[in-house]
C-alpha cells in the first residue's frame, strides 16, 4: 500500500477514534492496533496536511534580456507532493485553481 492510501486508511480511523469518544488507548486496544503506530501515523498526516514550502526560481524574462518574448503564454508547472504536478495555463483563475488544488491534495 502506497504512502497516500496508508494515509487515507489511518485518517478515517483517527475519524473514527474522535467519534467514538473513546481514549486513543481503548481504541487502539478494541481494535487490535498498537497505540504507538496510531500515533506515528498521525503525526505523518498531520505533516502530510501542513502547507509545504514551495520553491520559486525567478528567471530573467526575455523582455527583462531585451529580447522578443516568444515564450508568453506558455503553460506553469505546480509540482505537487508525492511526484505529482500540475499544468496551469497563463490566463488560469485563481479560485478555479485553489478549487482543484484542494481536490487534487484530498485525494
Known sequence: MTQPRKLVKWQSLFSEQEQ???SVA?????????????????????KA????????????????RGQ???GLGTTIEVRLGYGRS?????????????????VVESC
Do not use: I
Open 20 to 22: 467514538s469518544g473513546q
Open 26 to 46: 481503548a481504541f487502539c486496544r478494541a481494535r487490535g492496533v498498537r497505540e504507538s503506530l496510531y500515533y506515528y501515523w498521525k503525526k505523518q498526516w498531520q
Open 49 to 64: 496536511a501542513m502547507p509545504q514550502f514551495v520553491e520559486v526560481e525567478l528567471v530573467k524574462t526575455n523582455r527583462e
Open 68 to 70: 522578443a518574448c516568444p
Open 86 to 102: 500540475l499544468m496551469v495555463a497563463p490566463e488560469f483563475d485563481a479560485n478555479h485553481l485553489r478549487e482543484v488544488l484542494a
